[in-house]
Structure formats: C-alpha cells, structure tokens
C-alpha cells in the first residue's frame, strides 16, 4: 500500500500540468490524474514513483485518445463556424486564446512519442525517466527532443506568420 | 571529433551526457563555429518550446464539449482496460527497475504496524512541546529533511480532498462488496489517510522502518483513541481542522432550495485560482493561503449548471470562514440543452436524430456519438449510454448508484465559441433528472419518443 497522501502532494501539479498540456482540458486532466492516483494505491510496489505515474497516465489517456481525435474534429467545426461570425474580437482574450490555440496546434502536429516525450521533460522528467515511460532507450531522448522541439517551433511560428497574413489581409 | 548530432546538443543542454561526453562537447564547440551555431539554435528551440508549451496552460475546464462526458462515463470503462492490461503494467514496472538507478524500495511490510509507527511518533510529538492537544496530531509537522516529503502546498488542498472523497468512495465500495464482512486491506487507507493528513508522517515511512519501535501498548493506545476521534467528529468539522493548519479556511454547504445537497458544484474565489467543487453531500471546503488572507473583500462565487451563480463577498483574515450557498434552479440555463438533435449548424437543422437504441443511433451521425459504458462497480454493466458531443450524460453519486435506477445527469456543455450550436442526442435505458421545481423525476426506457419530448419540456420550461 502507497503512501498515496504524500505522491499526491509530490506530484498532482506536475501531473495535472502535463496531462492538461496533452489533452488541452483541465477537467479532464484533472480526472486522469486522481484515477492514476487511485492506481498507485492499489499498486503493491513501485520503484520510480514518478515514471510509474506518468506511465499509468499516459495509458489512461491512450484509450481515450480516440474520442479525442472526434472531440478535435467537433471543435474544429464550431471554430470554423464562429469564425464566420466574430467581427470585432475583444483583443487581449482573443490573442491569449489564439496563442493557446496555435499552441494547441502545433503540440498537435508532433507524432505522439515526441509529445509526449517533450511534456514529461518540461515536467522534470530525465531522460532515463522518459525513456522508462515510453518504452524507449535512453540514448534516442535526446534526438527525440530535438526533433520535437524544433518541429514544435517551427510549426508554431508557420502558423503564426499565418495568422499575421490572415490579419493583414483583414486590415487592407 | 566529427560535427554534433541535435540529439547530442539536446541532451548536453538538458544536461544528460555522461562527463566524458559532456567535456569533448564542450571542447569542441569552442572550436567548431557550425557547432557554436547549431548549440544556439538548440538553445533557442528550448527556450522556445518551453514558452509555446505555457499557453497551453490556460486552457480552463470543460473547454471542449464532450469533455465532461468522458470524465463522468469513461472512468470505468477505463478501468476495465487497466485490468486487462495489469501483465503490461508489471512489465512496465519491472523495466523501470531495470532502467533507474534511484531506486525507493517500499518496505512491503505490514501496514498496521507501520501506522503504529507513525502514531507512536506523532505521540511524541506533542508530549516533548510546551502544549499538547487533541488537535496536535492533526497539524502539518515541520518539514523534516532526510525524506523527500514535498512542501504543504495549500493550492493542492482542495484537490487533496476530493481526492480523498474518492478513495472514501473507493474504501466503502469495497467494504459492500466484500460481502463475508472481512474488511479487505483497502479499508484501512482512507482512516488511515485522513489522520495523518496533513502531517508528512507517510513520507516519512521508511525512514520509521529503518528502527521499528516495537508497537507498545502505549502506542496501540493512541491508535485506537485517534481512530475514535476521527469517527466521531463530522466530515465538515474534520475538514476545518485541518484547513486551519495550512491557510484560512473556507467551508460550507451548497443546497438547492428544496435543500437537497448539490454535487460537484464550483466554489470559486473570484480573481483567483482558489476554489474547489463540492462533494456529494454538498459540503465544500478550500483553502486561502495564509499568505492571501490579507483581508481584502472577494467575492465567493458558487456555481452549478442549470442552478443561478450567487457571489458573496468575503474578506478573509486568519479566522476560519463559513458559508452555506442555496441555489435556485435557473431552467433558462437548461435551455441551451438540446436533449434530441444531432447536428452542429444551426437549431434550425436539429431535431432529426432521435436516438433511441444503437442502431438508430450509429446510422443517425455515426462520426458524432461516443459510446461509454456505465457501470456500478467495476464489473456489472449496467446500461449503455449514447451521447453526442455538446452534451453529456453522466452516472453522478457513483457510491450509492446501486440500485436500478441510476442517477445521470444530463449536462449541456455551453463552449465559449457557440453556445447555440451545440446539439445532443441521448438515448439511456433510465434516467432521473431535477425538473424545475426540484423534483427527481424518473424514467425508464429504452426512452420512447414521447417521453424524451416530456423530458425536454421539463427541462426547457420556464420557472411557474
């Protein structure tokens, strides 16, 4: 039996954060996460307590991951359609949500191993931790951050340069 | 030395390279101006990606329309998944044992006498300070070095609680289940929990076994007069306590006005990120941290949807604060609800898909429903629920949902983006609802199509 109090304390922010990071909503990652608590009380041992609980997350998510593609695709839709409706944005909500957004996008674009890679590093994890997590040898993290991180940024910044252009257009 | 792969750049700046790796590296980007440059790029996507990564933190809750269904209705099916997949699990456990060299080796030793451990320590505690009392135990001890006991953050309080209503939720559970009366292991950790919270004294676990204290009668003593004054003192009562420890504490009820208790309804400090939801018998509980508790006057905001928001303002200072909300039901916020259509358009073009059993269901909007399974415990399947995004139907009171007549709850998810549009078809074999003057009201299906008109017009009707 855990000592489930003190994981909690050490580790339902980290948590939270990346699985809110993942999945784009909090409620959502706040679920996942009080179920991979409840797992680790029921787990008799654990040596690295915190790629165990990121590991059970990550499976957590996995099967739901379908839905998740459905829920994007919902989303998408009612973005497009509000589009076509907003005139004047109100400005300091709207960028904040835009920069989420294209965030959202750009995590999106990465293949899965280098998201998730990339999520666990920016909550702490090392690359044994990571590699323990994702089944993967220790020595291939670092290229796959790599590769992560500058397909991250690279996509974000194509979108926003999109997002300039859009604007610009609207503005002439 | 040749020119340096990214990976290698990466890992150096993430500072995983072994020394001798790491002095070669830095040896050769001294010298190496295409190497300097790439270091810098490297540098920059870090820096970068950690900073795109942050905008994804705002992202409140229930953003995405069939979020809440997935938490309300997935969780079991979830479970069931975890089981199957217990063999990988092991194997998973098993290599990070093989891959990570900090190991934290629980002692797998009996349970029981570790709490008397723990107890016989808290014990001591109190009888070496100046002034011992009942409340002693119950406070956060100081952080101790040598254990990696984390800091008492007051932010996590409110979802310590709920995490432990959960596993409060899980311990009875198991207690019914267990049907020859023999209480199984789990029962113990929720008691067990709830006395040492706050106090890091579980952090503190194999340090204790380190030198067992044989469990004295003395000890034993104490176990069982704590065990009796938690059982005595009320899950509201409990919860101030120890709320006081670690900030100003904020309690309550939130009721509707025919004064049933409401269940996960929001309790939020205004211009903050304090708040929390309540639990299924209506209390709520959160912290302010001492360091935020300067008296100034916030509004404390309670929420329920398909209930009207009520604000008080507050001004919180060292004493502890109560507040007990009652909310009256707001149909018009069940308007946007839309329990029959499918489509995400206009309301104009909903209506069609009335869902009524699967096959209607999968050739009304195949690539809208979702479908979760429901269950009251981890095994019995106890209906099938269809949903479709915008709205969701969830099993709500998953501890006592034990008898036929499950209670779900309809939720209509009002996105930022568009509330109007959101459509929903729900098709469940029974259902219980709140209609609008308070009443639970019950069907059983498969519904038919005048009864999921009736449900409509219950939920869209206006206040009499």
């Excluded at chain 1, 040898?137 to 300039?164: F, K, M, N």
């Excluded at chain 2, 490297?42 to 409140?60: C, E, H, Q, W, Y």
């Excluded at chain 2, 997935?74 to 199957?84: G, H, K, S």
């Excluded at chain 2, 304090?274 to 299924?280: K, Q, S």
């Amino acid at each position: 039996m855990h000592d489930v109090d003190r994981l909690f304390r050490a580790y339902n922010e980290m948590l939270v954060r990346y699985l809110t990071r993942r999945l784009g909503d909090r409620d959502w990652a706040e679920e996942v996460a009080q179920e991979t608590f409840v797992r680790a009380l029921r787990q008799e041992t654990m040596t690295n307590e915190r790629a165990w609980l990121f590991t059970v997350a990550n499976n957590l998510v996995r099967d739901e991951a379908r839905k998740d593609s459905r829920r994007r695709k919902h989303l998408t839709m009612l973005y497009d359609e509000e589009k076509e409706r907003i005139v004047e944005p109100e400005e300091t909500a709207m960028e904040r949500a835009q920069d989420a957004a294209m965030a959202r996008a750009a995590v999106d674009g990465l293949v899965e191993r280098d998201r998730l890679a990339l999520l666990m590093k920016e909550e702490g994890l090392d690359y044994s931790e990571i590699a323990a997590a994702l089944g993967m040898s220790v020595g291939s993290i670092g290229t796959t951050l790599a590769r992560a991180r500058r397909r991250l940024v690279e996509e974000y910044e194509r979108l926003q340069q999109e997002q300039q252009r859009r604007e610009g257009n609207a503005a002439s | 030395m040749q020119h340096l792969d990214e990976g290698t750049i990466h890992a150096w700046l993430d500072g995983e390279l072994p020394p001798a790796e790491r002095e070669a590296l830095e040896a050769h980007i001294v010298e190496c101006e295409p190497c300097a440059a790439a270091v810098a790029e490297a540098r920059g996507f870090v820096a970068a990606s950690t900073r795109i990564l942050t905008a994804l933190d705002s992202v409140p809750g229930g953003v995405l329309p069939a979020a809440s269904t997935g938490s309300g209705t997935a969780r079991p099916a979830v479970r069931r998944r975890f089981v199957a997949s217990r063999g990988w699990m092991a194997a998973a456990a098993v290599l990070v044992l093989s891959t990570v060299t900090v190991i934290a080796i629980r002692p797998g030793g009996d349970a029981a006498q570790l709490r008397v451990a723990a107890a016989t320590r808290d014990q001591k505690e109190p009888a070496a300070s100046a002034a011992p009392s009942e409340e002693k135990p119950q406070a956060p001890a100081p952080m101790q070095s040598g254990t990696a006991a984390p800091a008492d953050k007051p932010k996590s309080v409110d979802q310590t609680e709920r995490l432990k209503s959960r596993l409060e939720a899980e311990r009875q559970s198991t207690r019914m289940r267990s049907s020859n009366g023999a209480p199984p292991p789990m029962a113990n950790v929720a008691p067990r929990a709830r006395v040492a919270e706050p106090s890091a004294s579980m952090g503190r676990v194999p340090e204790q076994t380190a030198t067992p204290p044989a469990p004295s009668a003395f000890a034993k003593d104490a176990v069982a007069k704590r065990a009796d004054a938690v059982s005595l003192s009320d899950s509201t009562s409990e919860r101030r306590t120890v709320a006081s420890a670690s900030g100003v504490s904020i309690t309550g009820r939130i009721t509707s006005e025919a004064g049933a208790p409401l269940a996960s309804a929001s309790v939020l400090l205004e211009g903050t990120d304090i708040g929390t939801i309540t639990h299924d018998d209506g209390n709520y509980a959160l912290i302010v941290p001492a360091s935020r508790a300067n008296g100034q006057t916030k509004s404390l905001v309670a929420k329920l949807i398909g209930y009207r928001a009520v604000a008080v303002p507050i001004a919180p200072t060292s004493e502890p604060i109560t507040h007990d909300f009652v909310l009256r039901a707001n149909p018009l916020a069940l308007g946007q609800v839309v329990v029959t259509g499918a489509g995400t358009t206009s309301p104009e073009k909903l209506g069609a898909a009335i869902a009524l059993d699967s096959a209607t269901v999968d050739s009304a909007a195949p690539q809208l429903l979702s479908r979760n399974t429901i269950h009251t415990d981890g095994d019995t399947v106890v209906t099938t629920v269809y949903s479709v995004h915008g709205v969701s139907v969830s099993l709500i009171d998953h501890s006592r949902a034990r008898d036929e007549t499950l209670r779900l709850q309809i939720r209509g998810a009002v996105s930022e983006m568009s509330a109007k549009s959101h459509a929903a078809a729900a098709a469940v074999n029974s259902i219980s609802w709140s209609d609008s003057t308070g009443h639970t009201r019950t069907l059983r299906g498969p519904l038919s199509r005048e009864q999921l008109e009736q449900l409509k017009k219950s939920l869209f009707a206006p206040t009499p």
